[in-house]
């Protein structure tokens, strides 16, 4: 099946706030006949066995095999649905799944479909793979530019936006500190979108999907993203220090930045190893038995 917030043409002008509300009620119908159902199959238990006063027929919600719709639960369900898409598992063109396995053939799953297979994760857009650049251009092709700002506003929102931040921080700071827990969860501790972290500064995070792995990638993330971040941080810092006198805003950036590179600096030691190592994943082992290859070399594999 299609993801239940998606509209039926992309590209189509749509609000998800529309979507949120039509699923709601679809949702809400199943989820009331079920009870429904459920709670006079135990009106006729308690007749035939002779049990009223002893047992009631109410069924608690709780223990309603359907669930009700969930505003929060189901913007974090689209942005996992995203992610899926920009890593080529899902495609918008059909349901189920598109891609799990096997040989990847880049030249046929669209442009949303992040090319590398290397999607970072930081606190700034300084890369054309950004995750919410590629949110925002995921957003305009499935429901349109000119409700980009409309739908932005209403993820942020559904996952708590503070009153002092923008939408765009907000999911930024979703995917670089709460997507990967979301995931791992959702995913019985069986992730298949695996999270390259520096450490707790944040420092550096990317995302790649474990069925696309080859064993180039963790040079790749080091040669194309990681160094290059350290330069990016270093340039700014640079710019900080020249100034004469910082206000607080500034004086906690460049404390930010001055932890930040130096866990870059200790993780490009330990990803260099691995990288030099070129490891091989056989996807036949599953991810309980090829995590730990990749963890052990690497100790910011999340």
């Known amino acids: 099946e299609r993801h239940p917030l998606l509209p039926a043409n992309a590209n189509s002008e ?13 949702a809400e119908g199943r989820w009331s006949q079920l009870k429904a159902n459920e709670e006079r199959l135990n009106e006729i238990f308690i007749e035939v066995y002779g049990m009223q006063g002893e047992l009631t027929p109410e069924v608690e919600d709780r223990y309603v095999s359907v669930r009700k719709a969930d505003q929060s639960r189901e913007a974090r369900s689209l942005l996992s649905y995203f992610v899926g898409v920009i890593f080529g598992r899902y495609s918008l063109d059909k349901p189920g799944l598109n891609f799990a396995g096997g040989e990847w053939n880049a030249a046929a799953k669209g442009d ?3 090319a590398d297979n290397i999607v970072p994760i930081m606190d700034g857009e300084y890369y054309t793979d950004d995750i919410v650049k590629k949110l925002r251009d995921f957003l305009a092709a499935v429901y349109g530019e000119a409700m980009l700002h409309a739908n932005m506003d209403w993820l942020a929102n559904a996952l708590g936006r503070k009153s002092h931040e923008n939408a765009e921080d ?10 990967f827990a979301d995931h791992f969860k959702v995913y019985g501790k069986r992730p298949i979108y695996w999270q390259l972290s520096s450490g707790k500064q944040n420092g550096f995070k990317a995302l790649f999907y474990l069925h696309r792995y080859q064993p180039n990638l963790v040079a790749t993330v080091r040669t194309q993203y990681l160094l290059n971040t350290q330069n990016i941080y270093a340039k700014r810092l640079a710019e900080l220090e020249a100034k004469t006198t910082l206000n607080n805003d500034e004086l906690r950036l460049k404390n930010d930045l001055v932890a930040k590179l130096a866990e870059i600096k200790s993780y490009d030691a330990l990803i260099g190893v691995a990288a030099s190592e070129a490891i091989e994943l056989d996807l036949d082992d599953g991810v309980k038995t090829n995590y730990p290859k990749l963890s052990h070399a690497a100790a910011g594999v999340k």
Request: contains cysteine; hydrophobic residues 35%.
């Open 14 to 26: 749509t609000k998800l706030s529309d979507t949120y509300t039509n699923w709601e009620s679809i």
């Open 112 to 114: 949303l479909v992040d």
């Open 170 to 179: 907000t999911l930024r700071c979703y995917f670089v500190n709460d997507f």
